[in-house]
């Protein structure tokens, strides 16, 4: 390891607090993100400050995740849950509180790597005001989220207007797969300079036990024929499609369907809204007696459910990445996912799993059946899905890409401060 692989980094995801519990309200694949990126980037000798919005007075202020790791939560805005669309309106005491921290611990940063557009913006303040280089992850591109929404929010001109910015002016755009970077390119902006670095997951806890082992920790039968979904419930994440293909299965009448929908949060938070509607459906559709809403799956538990399916759906409208395809995937599942984003670059049709167009219950009915009912096909995709984790999608890996970047950018932009007398 070189000298300038010991030195300060900081992460800023304002909205997604890399220490929360995943599965509460709002908190999904960014959080993860950030929380894995940062401690594995701290295991290859950085000091890693990831920093958050406080959004509620019982959190502490600063989480220890390990040596060199840490979250640190700064106060903006009230310290209580503010939905993302509403967080913007306290970015600007966000910068504040965190060049005060940076002050007071005397800490020097030799880079900020920001996620999702507001902590672009919190990123671009902090260099204009003390140099400093920046990495943007968008984690959703507004030019692309507008596209596909009813209602256009208040919040959009800013939102694009800050996402064209950073991609022109950081000093690198991660993008998180070549569909993502089509978009920035098509969508956002011709300039600015973009890698590609997936996102990743945990080879060793996703894919540790076999399925038998993982359908006796759950007390489900080895002959089920077991459909899962996890993840926010979230209109966008279309978990309607799913309820609807199963709806229409060919083995709808097979007493050994098990349809699995985990995640969520507690009632009476926004995400309960979706998931009334999605229960619903179920219910009108008469599926409740073999449809299972487990709620939010601890990190335990959650390996053990990917392992026990035959196969898990991301029926999502729109991906960029898509963490669940490749969790379930690392566990030698094979995933039946919508044509679109990241799910094109992670789930390869016929060796991995199967793509199919959003929103159209009769294809994923179709591709569902097909993994189904062909038991040696489905253990085949398998097997081709978690070698393909195994060889592109491990963190590890990411962190090593992303460190790698950090190396060269450092000096180069020290370079550039020293040329331009600051
Ligand atoms: N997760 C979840 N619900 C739970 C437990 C965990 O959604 O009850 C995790 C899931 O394992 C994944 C992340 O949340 O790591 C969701 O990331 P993804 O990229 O699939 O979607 P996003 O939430 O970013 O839209």
Redesign the pocket.
């Known amino acids: 390891m070189n000298s300038t692989s010991k030195q300060h980094i900081a992460l800023i995801s304002v909205h997604g607090d890399p220490a929360i519990e995943?599965?509460k309200e709002e908190?999904?694949?960014?959080?993860?993100y950030v929380r894995h990126v940062g401690e594995a980037l701290a295991n290859l000798g950085w000091h890693v400050d990831m920093f958050t919005r406080k959004a509620s007075a019982e959190d502490s202020a600063i989480v220890e995740h390990g040596p060199r790791c840490r979250t640190i939560r700064l106060k903006a805005g009230p310290e209580a849950f503010v939905p993302r669309d509403n967080i913007f309106g306290y970015a600007d005491e966000f910068v504040e509180e965190l060049l005060k921290f940076q002050h007071q611990a005397g800490i020097k940063y030799a880079l900020v790597h920001t996620n999702y557009w507001i902590s672009s913006w919190v990123g671009m303040q902090w260099k204009k005001r003390q140099g400093i280089p920046q990495v943007h992850t968008y984690?959703s591109l507004g030019a692309v989220k507008y596209q596909a929404v009813d209602t256009i929010p208040m919040i959009a001109t800013t939102r694009l207007e800050t996402e064209k910015t950073v991609l022109e002016t950081a000093e690198r755009i991660v993008a998180t797969s070549p569909q993502e970077k089509e978009h920035m390119r098509s969508l956002v902006s011709q300039k600015g300079n973009i890698d590609i670095i997936p996102?990743g997951t945990d080879i060793r806890r996703f894919g540790a036990i076999n399925r038998l082992e993982a359908r006796q920790q759950l007390g489900l039968d080895p002959e089920e024929k077991i459909i899962f979904y996890?993840?926010?419930f979230?209109k966008r994440?279309g978990i309607e499609t799913l309820v609807r293909a199963v709806g229409r299965s060919e083995l709808r009448g097979n007493a050994n369907l098990k349809l699995i929908i985990?995640?969520?949060s507690r009632p009476g938070q926004s995400d309960g809204i979706e998931r009334e509607r999605i229960e619903g459906i179920v219910a009108e559709l008469g599926m409740t007696d073999f449809t299972i809403f487990p709620?939010?799956?601890s990190?335990e538990l959650?390996p053990v459910y990917y392992t026990a399916a035959d196969v898990c759906v991301?029926p999502?409208h729109y991906?960029p990445?898509?963490?669940?395809?490749i969790?379930a995937m690392a566990c030698g599942t094979p995933v039946v996912a919508s044509d679109v984003g990241g799910l094109q670059f992670t789930v390869v049709p016929e060796e991995t799993g199967l793509l199919a167009p959003p929103k159209d219950e009769v294809a994923f009915a179709t591709a569902i059946d097909r993994i189904l009912s062909n038991p040696e096909w489905r253990n085949q995709l398998g097997q081709g899905a978690r070698t393909r984790v195994e060889q592109k999608f491990s963190w590890d890996g990411v962190a090593h890409q992303l460190s790698d970047l950090y190396t060269t950018l450092i000096p180069k932009y020290e370079k550039v401060l020293v040329k331009a007398g600051a």
């Open positions: 995943i599965g908190a999904g694949g960014q959080n993860v984690h996102c996890i993840g926010r979230d994440k985990g995640g969520g709620g939010r799956i990190d959650l991301v999502s991906e990445f898509g963490l669940v395809a969790e």
